[in-house]
């Protein structure tokens, strides 16, 4: 399965996080996040696969979503003002 596209139909679980069930393998596997699943799975499949397609059912979409929600969003100002190391009260 060398360089090949793997598809991983995969739930979430409110017990135990993202849910996946993996083909080629006789358990499944669990993560707390979408990329600690896409790397369980790289490393459990011991292969080069370099892309790893996750397909989220209704509950991982929801969890997903929910996840993007919660998230603080940061105005933009802020950001330039921390790239650019200035402080946001104006030039000292």
Known sequence: MS????????????????????PDLAES???LSLDGLRRRIGAALLSDIVDV????DRAARGDRDRRGRDRPVRRIS??????????LDGPA
């Open 53 to 56: 397609r996750l397909v989220l």
């Open 78 to 87: 802020v950001l330039l003002a921390s790239r650019l190391n200035l402080a």
């Open 3 to 22: 360089g090949e596209r793997l598809e991983v139909c995969m739930t979430f679980d409110s017990a135990k996080g993202y849910v996946a069930m993996v």
């Open 29 to 31: 596997l669990t993560a």
